[in-house]
């Protein structure tokens, strides 16, 4: 890689120590020709006004924020953004690519996967493994609806089998305001055919749309 040819790569993770090693392992494969931003949250990294030519995105982050939310608003500040996830439940992963991410690479995956990830990610080209495309085809005919921050942060609270009470309370609303959060939640899961009539169906599309981890998954 010449100078001509330097990368600039952003990476937004909430573990350090990964930070750290990830920037390591890809300066060993990319060469001295590469730079490397790191940050905790998208807001984070956007406050640091760095040119990236890529950006490295975790699903999965402390700050709770929105996965399809976080693709959204670094692709509109004009990022390219690969899903860098340990995340292997297809609808979250699809989910992230549909909000306009163009590839995804496991972290589990070798690191020239991600290295050819980043340089295509660069050039403007999608970087997708059949699998990969294929479930994105599949969660295009499968909807989600649109929830607000609050509607989504009391359907997390609700569905981990929290009482009415304590979700007002995390939320520091009303239980009569908590309840309307959830009684909009059903209705817009009603509205798109996937109907919410108790706790566990709560937690089923919960899961199902990638807002909560699957059983047996941190």
Sequence with gaps: MSEDDRCTVGAI??????????EAVLRGVMG?????????????FL?????????????????NSSPPENVRTLVAAGYPVILYTQEHQQRPV?????????????????????????QQ????????????AAAL????????PLLSPRELEALQLYA???PLKSVARIMGVTQDTARMYLLRVRSKYGQ????????????????EDGHLPAPGQA
């Design 13 to 22: 993770d909430d573990h350090p120590a990964l930070l750290h090693g990830l």
């Design 32 to 44: 001295v020709c590469f730079d490397f931003v790191a940050a905790a949250t998208v807001p984070d």
């Design 47 to 63: 406050a640091q006004r760095r040119h990236c030519d890529v950006v490295l995105l975790d699903l999965s982050l402390d700050d």
């Design 94 to 118: 699809a989910r992230g690519l549909l909000a306009g991410a163009s590839g995804v690479v496991l972290k589990n995956q070798p690191i020239e996967d991600l290295a050819a990830a980043i």
């Design 121 to 132: 990610a660069a050039r403007g080209e999608p970087y997708l493994s059949p699998d990969w």
């Design 137 to 144: 085809e599949s969660e295009a005919q499968f909807h989600a």
């Design 160 to 162: 981990t089998g929290m």
């Design 192 to 207: 798109i055919g996937r109907g919410v009539t108790s706790r566990t169906d709560y937690y089923i599309r919960a899961v």
